[in-house]
């Protein structure tokens, strides 16, 4: 009688040489694309991995070969603090086994200068290089330099912001889309009577801000009408010009009734809504949980903080640099990131 749960065995290589009436070390070869092998036998060998159901235990292969994985990731150069979570981030998990035989490298970049961020993309060696995940803006010339890297081998992953017209492999971030929409019904839930909204980011070629707008606008424009989201306020990552375009605005627009911040620079923000005098009459939302907008959320000054957890993105950004390395499945309900709203109630 066989024993139940029996037909449950997963097969083996030794399963694999019996089946294609090879020799192990060939199975060995195929299996590691070794060369000296003839192309009948490898699609001997590769039939049989078919029928037999093989699943390859590519962590212990790669054990066996001591493989030391190489990433770098591409960071805005900022004194934003989300970015600096996200390299916190990375630290912990270089040292905890999360990030076992890999080498990690962090480089950061001024995120509203595509030339460098292109310049930076091109000088790198990617043959001391497995794969790259990057939080940068899209511009023609950067899927270009993706381009390249893509011919060179490297996995490409993009991080928080999009570029979904490039050959990078995944996009590891929440829907900012989504995003955009649930601060749209936040908005339009806590403001107080009818009025403008002012809507402030760094720029719109970042493809996280040009799709939380979208988003923010649609859920606006269809339920909440009494609410006018004025045209978007650009930083261009210059705190100096947030500070004063937000100070000239709030002076010039007595029918503010609320703020939706899409980018960084949410010091700053403060700041001049603090100086402005309006601060309290206003309803304010932001994204990302950084120290400071825990402070204004436990002082009441924000409204709510719609955010990602940087440990969950740097997590998945590692196992799908890894899979695409490997020629693994990427599983995308594991990577999926969650958006996550935060009130002075709920602060983790």
């Given at each position: ?209 040009l799709e939380r707008r979208l988003g923010f606008d649609a859920v606006i424009s269809r339920e909440f009408r009494s609410i006018t ?27 503010l009734v609320g703020v939706y911040s899409m980018g960084s620079g949410n010091m700053t923000l403060m700041s ?77």
């Amino acid at each position: 009688m066989r024993e139940k749960g029996a037909d449950l065995a997963r097969p083996t290589v030794h399963d694999i040489a019996k089946e294609a009436g090879v020799s192990l070390a060939t199975v060995d070869r195929v299996l590691n694309a070794r060369p000296g092998v003839r192309a009948k036998t490898i699609a001997r060998v590769n039939d049989a991995v078919s029928r037999l159901g093989y699943v390859r235990d590519t962590y212990a292969a790669n054990l066996a070969r001591q493989r030391q994985y190489r990433f770098a990731f591409l960071l805005p150069e900022s004194s934003s603090q989300f970015a600096n979570a996200l390299q916190e981030a990375l630290q912990e998990a270089y040292s905890s086994n999360v990030a076992d035989r890999t080498e990690l490298k962090v480089i950061r970049v001024p995120s509203q200068d595509p030339h460098a961020i292109v310049r930076t993309l091109k000088s790198m060696n990617t043959s001391r290089l497995d794969g790259l995940a990057m939080m940068v803006p899209e511009t023609p010339q950067v899927r270009d330099a993706v381009s390249r890297l893509k011919d060179s081998g490297l996995a490409v992953v993009t991080l928080v912001s999009d570029l979904p017209n490039s050959r990078r492999d995944f996009f590891v971030g929440v829907n900012s889309i989504a995003a955009g929409r649930t601060a749209g019904l936040l908005m339009g839930r806590f403001v107080r009577g009818p009025g403008e909204i002012l809507v402030v980011t760094d720029s719109l070629q970042s493809r996280d801000s040009l799709e939380r707008r979208l988003g923010f606008d649609a859920v606006i424009s269809r339920e909440f009408r009494s609410i006018t989201a004025l045209p978007t306020l650009e930083s261009y990552g210059d705190l100096a010009r947030l500070q004063r375009i937000v100070e000239t605005a709030v002076a010039a627009r007595r029918d503010l009734v609320g703020v939706y911040s899409m980018g960084s620079g949410n010091m700053t923000l403060m700041s001049a809504l603090r100086g402005s005098g309006r601060l309290g009459e206003l309803d304010v939302l932001v994204h990302e949980l950084t120290p400071a907008m825990r402070c204004a959320l436990q002082d009441n000054e924000v409204t709510a903080v719609i955010a990602q957890n940087v440990g969950h993105l740097v997590r998945s950004a590692l196992r799908v640099l890894r899979n695409v390395c490997d020629h693994r499945p990427i599983y995308e309900a594991q990577e999926r990131v969650r958006i996550e709203v935060v009130l002075r109630e709920n602060l983790p």
